[in-house]
């Protein structure tokens, strides 16, 4: 059975209105598919770290995030050739950074 399913486009611009109001900075990187692009999100903590997650779901449909290293945090460069690589796999997906010094930014659905 298919879910609703939010259109990408007006779940990142959620984000950003989001961020906004949170006094976090956000900017689309790389527009992807309107309706279902992959969503990749960058959060840089303007010390020279950043981490990125991806969106994905559970064996039951419901949207998660899983964060890409694990266990350690990405330099500046090393982020931006990650996400190279990801848009010639997917050139439908949707980048978003985030500056977050402070780790104020929460995702509302669950890890995986």
Known sequence: MERDRLKSSIWIQSQIRICSINNL???VIKKGDQDAGVIFIQ????????????????????ISWSK???????TQKEACDYLEKQ??????????????PE??????????
């Not at 796999?89 to 980048?95: E, F, N, S, T, V």
Request: aromatic letters at 16%.
């Open 25 to 27: 900075s956000a900017y």
């Open 43 to 62: 959060i840089n903590k303007l010390n020279g770290k950043n981490d990125i997650y991806y969106q994905t779901r559970t064996i039951t449909g419901q």
């Open 68 to 74: 890409v290293k694990n266990d350690k945090s990405f």
């Open 87 to 100: 848009k010639q796999y997917d050139p439908d997906l949707w980048i978003l950074e985030i500056e977050d």
């Open 103 to 112: 780790g104020k930014y929460e995702f509302v659905e669950p890890f995986s």
